[in-house]
Structure formats: C-alpha cells, structure tokens
C-alpha cells in the first residue's frame, strides 16, 4: 500500500532511531529523499509498462504452445481421418461400430488438454504470469482456448467426414462426437477446482480410461449408444455442457494464482 510522504518520513525516521541513534537528522532527511525519488522513478516505471491485452497474450501463448498442440492434435487427425476411411469404406462395419468409434475419439480429443493443465499447474507459470502482467488463472485460460480451438477445429474434421458418408443423421453424429466432447471437457476443467494438483493428471487419466473402456465394453455388447438419445433430451444435454465449459473457463479466468495443495485456492 501507497504511504503518504509525512507517514513515510516518520515511518523511516523511527526505524533510524531504533536502530541507528547517532544518526543526525541531516541524513534521515539525505535519505529519506533518495528512498522517494527511487520510489517514484520505479512506480513510473510501472505504470508506463505496457499491459498487453487478452488478445495479444492468447497470440503469444500460439507462439509459445500452441504450435506443439497443435501439431499433436493434427497428427490426431491424421490418424482419425484414416480410421474413418477405412470404416466407412464398410457400410456393415460403419453402422455398426462408428458411433462408438466417434465417442472414443471425441473423449480422447476432450483429454488432450489435461497434460497441458497438468504442467502449468505442476511449474505454477511463475515466469510468463510475471513477464505478461496477467494472473495465473488467465494464463491458464488463454492455454484452454488454444487447446480448445484446434480440438474443436479436429472435431468439425471429423463430423464433416462422418456426415458425408450419409449412414448417420447430423443430429446423431452430434450426440455421439461433440456430447461427450463437451461433457468430458467440463468434468476435467471442473476438477481443477476440486482435487489436489498432484493427483489431477492421475484422476484425470483413470477417468479417460475407465470411459475408453466402457466404450469398447458397450462396443462388444451392441448396447445403447448417444445415437438413440430423443431429439429434445441430445439437444438439451450439448447446450448444458456448453454452459458448463463456459462456466468451467470464466472460474479459471477469475483466479489470481494456483497454488499447493487444491489445484485453486
């Protein structure tokens, strides 16, 4: 806090006294003017610091990340399109085991921005928080959205490569590729809140896992799948986790630091 000049010379004076007795008040005066002129020049200094904007902190995040996460999620894609090409090349096969293929695919997509979350919260980003003047929740927002914005490029790839194979209704493909896609994302982004930092990447990848599994098992058995959701309850359940996405990012905007122990304090 901001000390008026009175307060601060008396503030100063007191300690020279305390400590030093013999000091005449020629110097306390000497001294007393350097130490303002020093905090003066330094909150000028400060104040003519340029704060970038939101905007130029998510660019630069592009340069510093997402290039990387990028690249991995194309080579993702790569790997999906071939999936799909060879699926659909069966139309026995497609109808069958597609939309399980599709809600795989999506939950992994929802997934690749966990180990990203995981390392800023493990190094805390006390460097880039410091260098840009932002807070380390905002920090990590601008990484979501770039994490986000090529899963989400990733996901319209592949609802544009299902559709065109016509074996599925749009509406279908949604409920199998983007529901689980946003549901998933929301319960990772949610946890950042709620589980220690050292057990989020953990919980986060048994969580995966165990949902991979129960696709393969739901697979094997031809059980119910996202498809078969009515009309009113699939439309209803994307716009709810788009809520809960949006929700999920504007708390992380909001947080001044992360610390130890809860993964936000």
Not at 121 to 134: C, D, G, I, P, T
Request: glycine share 6%; with cysteine.
């Amino acid at each position: 806090m901001e000390m008026k000049n009175d307060a601060f010379i008396t503030e100063l004076r007191k300690e020279f006294r305390e400590k030093q007795p013999e000091i005449c008040e020629k110097h306390l005066e000497k001294t007393a003017g350097m130490v303002k002129t020093f905090y003066t020049s330094r909150q000028n200094s400060l104040s003519r610091a340029r704060r970038i904007g939101f905007g130029e902190l998510v660019l630069r995040q592009v340069r510093f990340i997402g290039w990387k996460i990028w690249c991995l999620q194309l080579m993702v894609l790569v790997g999906m399109f071939c999936a799909l090409h060879t699926i659909l090349a069966n139309m026995e096969v497609a109808s069958r085991h597609l939309p399980y293929l599709l809600f795989a695919m999506a939950v992994m997509l929802a997934w690749m921005a966990v180990p990203m979350m995981g390392r800023s919260l493990r190094y805390h980003m006390a460097e880039v928080e410091s260098a840009s003047l932002f807070s380390a929740g905002r920090l990590m927002a601008a990484r979501l959205l770039i994490t986000e914005a090529g899963a989400v490029v990733l996901m319209a790839g592949m609802i544009c490569i299902t559709a065109a194979g016509n074996i599925y209704r749009f509406s279908e493909i949604i409920f199998t590729s983007l529901l689980p896609f946003l549901a998933v994302s929301g319960i990772c982004t949610g946890l950042l809140g709620h589980i220690r930092i050292q057990s989020y990447v953990k919980s986060c990848n048994a969580g995966v896992v165990c949902i991979l599994v129960l696709a393969f098992i739901m697979d094997r058995l031809d059980t119910k799948k996202l498809a078969d959701l009515p009309q009113a309850v699939g439309w209803t359940a994307c716009v709810f986790c788009l809520a809960l996405c949006a929700y999920q990012i504007r708390r992380i905007w909001k947080k001044d630091s992360l610390k130890d122990g809860a993964a936000f304090c």
